[in-house]
């Protein structure tokens, strides 16, 4: 039997379910060990990083704050309820989190030091990814709303993290990137920077020169959704070169997040 994981649940969060689908926290390192071999699926074997030797001999993609992190998964229940049913995945990791390992995953990218001074809870997210078969606007939705659930039950005040455009070539991406920094920048006080040495300038072309509708388009579909949610991007992008991305900051503040879970918690509990 797998050890049951200890995570700090409140009532109101269990499974969200959507007909086979649901979307809920991960209870064992059964399940998290799932969701490390779907993320080397994907990020590996799919997209082409390149593994170190430790993560291609186990075909696990892994690293310490998996042990601190909580982890939101979508499960389909046609494939079984054990970890075989995992088929997406987000990371979780709170203030107390970070705390223990004495640092932020964003670190590696940003200075994000003016978001974790913002007062009250934060949220990092990340290691985002669902398996090819299950790419669809309902899966995304579900990972949505298990983070609208975890923002509530936990007072989350903001969101951030890093978020990849597919590619290093920075002319490809030269419309998004300008796009999001002419448009989406985050005001001064919660906008985090790229670190010095990895610094890449955002601003590519004049902004006047893009087709905004199709740059925003273009856009990969979580990005969309930070954008949806009122969401910001940092200063400065980064190049991911092991894992074939360039990455950018986003920061989202939780009020309209927490406002629609709120009204949507409140009509289901109106229904029974």
């Not at 050890?3 to 409140?10: A, G, L, S, V, W």
């Not at 390192?29 to 590996?44: K, N, S, T, W």
């Not at 987000?90 to 932020?104: C, D, F, S, T, V």
């Not at 005001?187 to 509708?213: C, G, N, T």
């Amino acid at each position: 039997m797998s050890e049951t994981r200890k995570t700090e649940t409140e009532p109101g969060f269990g499974e969200i379910r959507a007909g086979n689908l649901g979307v809920r926290l991960a209870v064992n390192q059964a399940e998290i060990d799932a969701v490390q071999a779907l993320r080397f699926r994907v990020f590996y074997q799919e997209m082409g990083a390149r593994p170190d030797a430790g993560t291609a001999a186990s075909h696990r993609d892994r690293d310490d704050f998996d042990a601190v992190a909580d982890h939101l998964l979508v499960v389909d229940h046609d494939r079984g309820e054990g970890p075989e049913s995992v088929v997406g995945t987000y990371r979780l990791i709170r203030r107390h989190a970070a705390e223990a390992l004495g640092r932020w995953y964003s670190e590696a990218e940003y200075d994000v030091s003016r978001l974790v001074a913002y007062p009250g809870p934060v949220l990092e997210l990340g290691r985002s990814c669902v398996d090819a078969a299950y790419r669809s606007r309902g899966t995304l939705q579900l990972l949505w709303d298990g983070i609208a659930a975890y923002v509530f039950q936990h007072e989350i005040a903001l969101m951030f993290g890093c978020a990849s455009l597919p590619g290093t070539d920075l002319d490809v991406l030269a419309d998004q990137l300008t796009y999001l920094h002419a448009f989406h920048l985050a005001p001064e006080e919660l906008r985090p920077r790229a670190i010095a040495d990895r610094y890449v300038e955002m601003r590519r072309k004049d902004p006047d020169s893009i087709d905004k509708r199709a740059t925003l388009a273009a856009l990969p579909p979580l990005v969309k959704g930070y954008l949806r949610l009122g969401g910001f991007v940092g200063d400065g992008a980064v190049l991911d070169l092991p894992f074939n991305t360039t990455d950018v900051a986003v920061v989202v503040k939780t009020d309209q997040i927490t406002q629609k879970y709120l009204k949507h918690y409140e009509r289901k509990h109106a229904e029974r």
